[in-house]
Nanobody, 113 residues
């Protein structure tokens, strides 16, 4: 059974930081291209960042220079370090595996003063 479990979301003030984690099981994580997506209320789900099995990354323009995606293949885990958070970053953040097209349940990130 495939499980992608996100954690680390919460409420943070503008300019603050959060680190999201995604724990994977039931997939061959080491060969999986992984990504973070987000969906704000009333908007379509969008790609935030993607990382290949070898560690190559790409980012949405809106988060470049502020967010960093990483992975630890020894722990079947992926991370998203989010710095300089803005109110427009408020959304539910989802972990996604391109291999098998699996989604996590999402974690809420709210940026507000």
């Amino acid at each position: 059974q495939v499980q992608l479990v996100e954690s680390g979301g919460g409420l943070v003030q503008p300019g603050g930081s959060l680190r999201l984690s995604c724990s994977a099981s039931g997939i061959i994580f080491t060969i999986s291209v992984m990504a973070w997506y987000r969906q704000a209320p009333g908007k379509q789900r969008e790609l935030v960042a993607r990382i290949t099995s070898g560690g190559s990354t790409n980012y949405a323009d809106s988060v470049k220079g502020r967010f960093t995606i990483s992975r630890d293949n020894t722990k079947n885990a992926m991370y998203l370090q989010m710095n300089s958070l803005k109110p427009e970053d408020t959304a539910v953040y989802y972990c996604y595996s391109f291999n098998g097209m699996y989604w996590g349940q999402g974690t809420q990130v709210t940026v507000s003063s």
